[in-house]
Nanobody, 115 residues
Framework: QVQFVESGGGLVQPGGSLRLSCTAS????????IGWYRQAPGTQRELVAR???????VYADFVKGRFTISRDNAKKTIYLQMNNLKSADTAVYFC?????????WGQGTQVTVSS
């Protein structure tokens, strides 16, 4: 069974940084595209960034230059380094398949950007 466990969220001031982690299980992790998604209250879940098995990366325009996605296949973990955070980045962040999400979602990790 596929499972995702996200962590690393918190409260941060505008301009601050956070590093999110996501550990996956129940899949052949190293051969999968994996993505970070986010969902703010009242909005649909959206893709933030994804990483290919070869560690190529794709970013949504609204995070380009601020966020960096990376992976550690030995740990079955992906990371999202978020810099220069803005209030608009406030959301619950999830990880899942990067090309086609699995039906199973983790609980996510809350990121709140506020002064």
């Amino acid at each position: 069974q596929v499972q995702f466990v996200e962590s690393g969220g918190g409260l941060v001031q505008p301009g601050g940084s956070l590093r999110l982690s996501c550990t996956a299980s129940g899949m052949s992790f190293s051969s999968r595209h994996i993505g970070w998604y986010r969902q703010a209250p009242g909005t649909q879940r959206e893709l933030v960034a994804r990483i290919t098995p070869d560690a190529n990366t794709v970013y949504a325009d609204f995070v380009k230059g601020r966020f960096t996605i990376s992976r550690d296949n030995a740990k079955k973990t992906i990371y999202l380094q978020m810099n220069n955070l803005k209030s608009a980045d406030t959301a619950v962040y999830f990880c899942n398949g990067g090309l086609r999400p699995y039906d199973t979602w983790g609980q996510g990790t809350q990121v709140t950007v506020s002064s």
